[in-house]
């Protein structure tokens, strides 16, 4: 499986936009990049996924560099309710294809 | 958003006892469900992908006599952690798949397993 790196902890301030970086240097033609991040003490949420283009929706933005060695979440306001610890994994495309979990951001987000 | 949901979402048992963890899809049908562990302070850690009607499949170093996985349903799937021991004391998520060609898997809140 292609690997996925990440920062081990972000700190945001409340009302601020965070961008929680991710690299995949070796990620392939058929790779979806997913972002699950978990609660303290609950399981993991799905958060945006996406290929090649980058991409919305109401709980963050994606943005994919164009060589997709690397993309970004985007938070555009944190809240306290955003502190949790957010994983980006890489799943080819495909019918119940596995995810493999790494070490994850963990995001502080403070007032 | 669907909904997963996992009963109990707490459990205290003896060693060598046994215990069930029911996974639930509540308002989508589930082609595949996957169960994870995570101990404190670390990752998720797959240890099987159960499809409906199907024998699961385990990720290597997982046992799959002690980890009973039953998926009789397209709503329900069941872990058993079986002759449970101290060491077996996690934190269990188990997730739900609408098998479509992109996949988004759904999570459940998990169980807590402490064994004594």
């Known amino acids: 499986d292609a690997k996925t790196t990440q920062p081990n902890s972000m700190e945001s301030n409340e009302e601020e936009p965070v961008h929680l970086p991710c690299n995949h240097s070796?990620?392939?033609?058929?790779?979806?990049i997913h972002w699950y991040r978990q609660l303290p003490s609950q399981g993991p949420e799905y958060v945006i996924h996406g290929l090649t283009s980058n991409v919305n929706n109401r709980m963050a933005s994606l943005a994919i560099a164009e060589d997709r060695k690397s993309s970004t979440l985007i938070l555009h306001r944190a809240t306290l309710r955003d502190a949790a610890v957010y994983y980006c994994i890489l799943s080819p495309s495909g019918t119940a294809s596995k995810l493999t979990f790494g070490t994850g951001t963990r995001l502080q987000v403070t007032l | 958003g669907a909904v997963v949901s996992q009963h109990p979402s707490r459990v205290i048992c003896k060693s060598g006892t046994s215990v069930k963890i029911e996974c639930r899809s509540l308002?989508?049908?589930?082609?595949?469900m996957f169960w994870y562990r995570q101990f404190p302070k670390k990752s998720l850690m797959l240890m099987a992908t159960?499809?409906?009607?199907?024998?699961?499949?385990?990720e290597q170093g997982v046992e799959k006599d002690k980890f009973l996985i039953n998926h009789a349903s397209l709503t329900l799937s069941t872990l058993t952690v079986t002759s449970a021991h101290p060491e077996d004391s996690s934190f269990y998520i188990c997730?739900?798949?609408?098998?479509?060609?992109?996949?988004?898997?759904?999570f459940g809140p998990g169980t807590r397993l402490t064994v004594l």
């Open positions: 159960s499809n409906e009607g199907s024998k699961a499949t385990y």
């Open positions: 308002d989508f049908q589930a082609t595949t």
């Open positions: 070796t990620i392939s033609g058929t790779d979806y």
């Open positions: 997730s739900a798949s609408l098998g479509r060609a992109i996949d988004t898997q759904y």
